[in-house]
């Protein structure tokens, strides 16, 4: 059994037979038959202040992540399979999440046979990837409400509760006609930038009828038709999940590291390396605010060299974008989807959700 588990490291995790045929007799592995139909009229207003108060006990749930960022396409040697929280940058994931009040969550990330998986538990997290056969784990201190980990940026409630926080002024709040999304008649929020000069072009928040649980993300760019990111659920069951399914034992023979948070002061470590960039000054304000600053590229490929790092050095990234010239310098140039960034050879950089050109012209002066 322990040789299933290697090579199908999903298989941990799957639910007892009994939920999974409660799911299958609850509709959500059948087509949808749902409709939005009945909805009851909610305005915008109503649906943020929805959003904002709804809270469930538990859920488990199906999520497909896919995203087209506008990103230099990476050469073979750069390549391979990961399911890494970090390759959700781009293209399409699957991943199963489980939720249980608000210290208990579970994120399993799969593809092509390995698996990332963030499991907290408590006050205890778990960090564990079946590429690298590694498990760390993380003890914070007692009542924290944050999990270490990106992980749940792939959840859809978590990313529209980052977006909704921004809301202000600069955005427009309107609804569009209701949805169906994972067989739950939903409605639909819409966010628009009032600048025109955004490349978000719109955010669309599909929120479940009877919870008023997101349960789709979509973020739509001013240079393409479909959406740049989307985020959702394809199935989703509003129960408890089962307290075992928070339970982590590392898998034999992977090599284990912790971190503790319980007793953190605050305060810098000795023998850490110095930071080799500036903090960011922020220009601008809303969707098209522009963050610029100066990284030392050259401590940073130094750092990096020294550190042993396996991961492709930031001057054979940076050869991999267009360059332009001008009074600014020589600059590389991603062109992105939702957002753009400029950085020159000598590392000032601009980044933001706007046209280049208008970053070339907020880089710092030399």
């Known amino acids: 059994m322990s040789r299933v588990f290697d090579r199908h490291p999903w298989a941990r995790w799957t639910l007892p037979g009994a939920a999974a045929a409660g799911l299958v007799a609850g509709g959500l592995l059948l087509p949808s038959t749902a409709s939005a139909d009945g909805l009851a009229p909610r305005s915008a207003e109503q649906l943020l202040t929805d959003v904002q108060q709804a809270h469930v006990a538990g859920l488990y749930g199906h999520v497909t992540e896919t995203a087209d960022l ?44 390995q698996e990332t998986d963030v499991v907290r538990n408590g006050t205890t997290v778990w960090q564990w990837s079946s590429a690298k056969k590694t498990v760390s784990r993380t003890l914070l201190p007692a009542h924290s409400t944050t999990t270490p980990s990106t ?6 409630q978590q990313a529209a509760q980052r977006i909704l926080a921004a809301v202000g002024p600069s955005t427009t709040v309107t609804t569009a006609a209701n949805d169906v999304v994972a067989n739950h008649p939903s409605y639909e929020l819409v966010l628009t930038p009032k600048d025109a000069s955004s490349r978000i072009a719109s955010v669309k928040i599909a929120i479940d009828g009877k919870t008023k649980v997101p349960l789709r993300v979509q973020v739509f760019s001013t240079t393409m038709s479909g959406p740049a990111v989307s985020i959702g659920f ?38 850490t390396a110095p ?12 969707w098209t605010q522009i963050a610029t600053g100066h990284i030392d590229l050259a401590a940073m490929e130094k750092q990096q060299a020294s ?50 050109d208008k970053l070339l012209a907020a880089l710092p002066a030399k």
């Open 151 to 156: 992980a749940s940026a792939l959840t859809p």
């Open 234 to 271: 394809d199935r989703v069951d509003f129960t408890v999940p089962s307290a075992s399914v928070f339970d982590f034992t590392p898998p034999a023979g992977s090599t284990v590291t912790t971190k503790d948070l319980t007793t953190a002061t605050g305060k810098k470590p000795t023998g």
């Open 275 to 286: 930071s080799t960039s500036q903090k960011p000054t922020i220009v601008g304000t809303g």
């Open 307 to 356: 550190a042993g790092a396996s991961g492709t050095s930031i001057t054979k990234l940076l050869g991999l974008l267009s360059t332009v010239r001008g009074s600014y310098g020589t600059a590389h140039v991603l062109d992105g989807t939702l957002m753009s960034m400029v950085i020159t050879t000598d590392g000032r950089y601009a980044v933001g959700a706007v046209a280049p």
């Open 70 to 113: 506008g990103l230099p396409s990476l050469p073979a040697s750069m390549t391979g399979t990961d399911t890494s929280l970090t390759s959700l940058i781009t293209g399409s994931h699957s991943a199963r999440v489980w939720t249980s009040g608000t210290d208990k969550s579970r994120v399993a990330i799969e593809a092509q046979g």
